[in-house]
């Protein structure tokens, strides 16, 4: 990796042009502030949780992020789904939601539960299947979650199945 050189006055990295190339349109040009209160529940859902978005770009404008919450009821599953190309990130907020899956990698199906409390984070690589559990069975589970593209991007499966392995 090369550096560039620093001249005092330049700026922190004077080899990136100080202002984007050509017009700036009003939804890129300043900050945007999503209240608590107005996160949009029409974005794509699974059955057993209920998917708010707070940033996304319908919200804000955002061309490679969303960003949203999720709620699982007590006692409740979701139905099993994958994300399709999007990475995902989850943070836990309230509860302690259980994430299941199948790992294959050893050649045979297991089911894994990862337990979870505040404060603990999951990331879901693209196209895994898998299902979010709340087992407490009077505490809804608060997740944020955060992903690789502009929008929600929800697979709906019948069941939870382990993806193909690389030498299949």
Not at 124 to 146: G, S, T
Request: charged share 20%; aromatic share 6%; no cysteine.
């Amino acid at each position: 990796m090369s550096e560039h050189p620093t001249t005092p006055g330049e700026g922190f990295h004077p080899h990136l042009p100080d202002a984007p190339q050509g017009p700036v349109t009003p939804l890129r040009a300043r900050l945007h502030h999503v209240r608590a209160d107005s996160l949009d529940g029409d974005t794509a859902q699974t059955g057993g949780m209920r998917r708010f978005s707070a940033v996304s770009g319908k919200t804000v404008g955002s061309e490679k992020l969303w960003m949203g919450q999720t709620h699982v009821a007590p006692a409740t599953s979701s139905s099993d789904h994958h994300h399709g190309e999007s990475e995902t990130a989850i943070h836990v907020i309230s509860g302690h939601p259980e994430f299941v899956f199948l790992d294959d990698s050893s050649g045979e199906p297991e089911e894994v539960r990862l337990r979870t409390a505040p404060g603990d984070y999951i990331f879901v690589p693209p196209f895994v299947p898998h299902r979010e559990e709340n087992p407490d069975p009077a505490e809804e589970a608060v997740v944020v979650i955060a992903r690789s593209t502009q929008e929600a991007i929800v697979v709906n499966l019948p069941r939870l199945y382990a993806l193909p392995s690389d030498d299949a």
